[in-house]
Structure formats: structure tokens, C-alpha cells
């Protein structure tokens, strides 16, 4: 009791920081565009990724062998969800415990595709999570453009400029060219450019969402 009265007396906080290789925060996109077929085909993904014998040897060959990893979901209109909170993953049994998680969350849409805004909700959330590690990365997935917030230029560049790294997973999916406005058929060129940034950043495609979850694994290994 006397030492945590110091601890806070001093500014300080009774609870220790976890070293961890890397935090991770997985933003999936859920805007309309993304049919119900298709949000579990992504969910599924993550899911199938995190049980995979190659990512989770790929986590455990890290210095300290584990990783901190949320998992949300955004559209427009200030719509994140935040579907698997902080967890730490070290071996196989605590990954599939994070797939689980991920997997019995129900699915929520919302209208628009605010890249911008799921960045700038990510960034404050590697502030408040107890982790320390060297690098903070952002996964972000979506089958289109930024159609509503900010630019996604001016929300990527600051996260970089707080020492984030913000990678991108496009969807390009040629089935969404007649349903979509707002369809690109370079999206990957659009996340090269516009999306993601800071140090090692990099864009994995996935053609179309039946190719998203070996899109995802390649993504968490590297």
C-alpha cells in the first residue's frame, strides 16, 4: 500500500508496464460495401491466421516471443468496435484464444469508409494499454477509398510522425465494380500512396475476400 501511494504521489502508476515485441491494432473494414458473406469471410480470416502454426512460430521467434494485438472494426460516422480488447499472444494456446474472441463478437455495419477515422481512433489506444515495446503497428484492411473524415494523408502522417508504423491489406474485388461508386480498381496504389507509412510500412493484396485470409497470414508473418 505505501508503495503504490508513492507511485502515485510521484506521477507514477502501480501497475507495471508489459514488454512485449510488438503492438498490434487490426482495423477491418465493415462499411456497407462489405456484405454480411464478406465481414465473415474477413472475420474468418483473422481467425484461420491466428490458429496458424506459421504465425504463431512467427510470434514466438521474436526476442521476447509475444505480442500485444487489438482487434476492432470501422466504418463512417464514428463507427469503431472495438471486437477483441488487448491480449497478449505467446503461444498457440493463447492465440487461439484471441481467434475465439474474435470469432463469437456479432458483426455491426455502418455506412461509409473512414480510413482517417479508424487511424485517429487507433492511435490514443497504444497509449492507454500497459504495453511497451519498439514498435506500434497498424494493420488496416478495406475495400475502398477514404469516403468520409479527414484526409487520410494528414491522419496517416501524424500517426507516423507519434512513431507508428500503419500497414495496409487492400481488397480489390472485382465483384464490387457495378454495387460500388466508390470502387478503385488500383486500390492497392491508393494504400501505397495515401495509406499506410513509417518504418518497414508495406501493402499485401488480397484479390477479393475468398483470397483474404491467405492475404492476412502473409500480412502476420511478416
Known amino acids: 500500500a505505501i ?13 507495471a508496464e508489459q514488454s512485449v515485441d510488438l ?26 491466421a491466428f490458429s496458424d502454426h ?9 526476442f521476447l516471443g509475444k505480442i500485444a494485438v487489438l482487434y476492432f472494426e470501422w466504418a463512417g460516422y464514428g463507427h469503431q468496435k472495438v471486437v477483441a480488447d488487448w491480449t497478449v499472444i505467446e503461444d498457440e494456446a493463447s492465440a487461439k484464444a484471441f481467434a475465439a474472441k474474435v470469432a463469437r463478437e456479432p458483426y455491426e455495419s455502418a455506412r461509409r469508409t473512414a480510413i482517417s477515422e479508424a487511424i485517429d481512433w487507433a492511435v490514443p489506444q497504444f497509449e492507454s494499454n500497459r504495453f511497451k515495446s519498439r514498435r506500434r503497428v497498424i494493420d488496416i484492411s478495406g475495400d475502398g477509398p477514404n469516403s468520409w473524415g479527414r484526409r487520410v494523408d494528414a491522419a496517416r502522417d501524424d500517426a507516423v510522425a507519434a512513431g507508428i508504423t500503419i500497414n495496409g491489406l487492400p481488397i480489390i474485388d ?37 483470397d483474404f485470409a491467405n492475404a492476412v497470414r502473409r500480412k502476420l508473418v511478416l
Open 3 to 15: 508503495t503504490a501511494l508513492f507511485l502515485i504521489a510521484r506521477g507514477g502508476s502501480a501497475f
Open 23 to 48: 503492438e498490434l491494432i487490426i482495423g477491418v473494414d465493415v462499411s456497407r460495401s462489405v456484405d454480411s458473406y464478406e465481414a465473415k469471410l474477413q472475420r474468418d480470416g483473422y481467425v484461420t
Open 54 to 62: 506459421r504465425v504463431i512460430e512467427a510470434i514466438k521467434s521474436g
Open 174 to 210: 472485382a465483384d464490387s465494380a457495378d454495387s460500388s461508386r466508390w470502387w478503385l480498381p488500383n486500390l492497392d496504389l491508393y494504400y501505397e500512396h495515401c495509406v499506410i507509412g513509417g518504418r518497414g510500412a508495406f501493402v499485401i493484396v488480397a484479390n477479393g475476400f475468398m
